[in-house]
């Protein structure tokens, strides 16, 4: 392989937020990476990974990229 042939991985990893319906239950979320696959529980996780995604929706659907 020549140098500097190899792509860089993505900086970003798919994700699946998961919300449940009993308010007793914690939100999570399951996050897919090269090095193994995460579930985050905590609050400041859940919330960080919310608003990624309320950003990506936000900036497709301003691009005319939504699906009809």
Sequence with gaps: MEAGSWRRPRAF????TLEFPKLT???AV???TMAGDLYLEERTD???YTIAFERSRATA???GLQRE
Excluded at 13 to 16: E, G, K, L, T
């Design 25 to 27: 239950d914690p939100h």
């Design 61 to 63: 659907l301003s691009s």
């Design 30 to 32: 399951y996050v897919e």
């Design 13 to 16: 990893n798919s994700f699946v």
């Design 46 to 48: 859940t919330t960080d």
